[in-house]
């Protein structure tokens, strides 16, 4: 274990070291289902774009809202648990995540929000679509793409259909979205 520490603070090391990235039209934020492909953040930067942030299920929520260190360690974890970051499946937290979606995109100032969803997940498929109009209310530009669990981005979702391929999608959200 205290391999993997030393060789964490060593990436982490060289990564603060590293020049930004300055050549970039657009800042983006992906947002909804879980993050298990990285191709839609390939596709987002090989269109010259560079994603600043996330609010996807196992990203940056995760990391927020820490657990508090004084008190009952066992009942702090079960708050923290319980009451970070809400995910879809929380009834009646929709004005939770409304906020939280909106403090990240201005805190990143954003230019726009690609939320990803994965197909037949019934609750990012109203929370996306209602999170994308918000956004748009306030200016930002918004766009909610389906996919199939562990599929890949850039193919071809549905053949027969003639559906555009998502890096097909993604290049034309950023004609409404770049800097």
């Not at 982490?12 to 947002?31: F, P």
Request: hydrophobic share 40%.
């Amino acid at each position: 274990m205290l391999r993997y520490v030393k060789m964490l603070k060593e990436a982490l090391k060289e990564i603060e070291q590293r020049e930004g990235i300055s050549e970039y039209r657009a800042r983006v934020m992906v947002a909804g289902s879980i993050g298990d492909r990285s191709d839609l953040i390939e596709i987002i930067e090989d269109l010259g774009r560079v994603v600043v942030t996330d609010a996807l299920c196992t990203g940056t929520r995760w990391f927020m809202n820490k657990v508090k260190e004084n008190g009952d360690p066992f009942e702090n974890i079960a708050r923290r648990y319980y009451q970070h970051n809400p995910y879809p499946r929380m009834i009646g937290e929709y004005e939770r995540k409304r906020k939280m979606i909106l403090e990240l995109a201005k805190k990143y100032d954003v230019d726009g929000v690609i939320f990803q969803r994965i197909a037949f997940c019934d609750y990012h498929a109203v929370d996306s679509v209602l999170l994308a109009k918000e956004l748009e209310d306030e200016g930002i530009p918004a766009i909610v793409l389906e996919r199939v669990f562990a599929d890949r981005c850039r193919e071809v979702q549905n053949e027969s259909s003639g559906v555009p391929r998502n890096d097909r999608k993604v290049g034309a959200f950023f004609m409404c979205a770049s800097r």
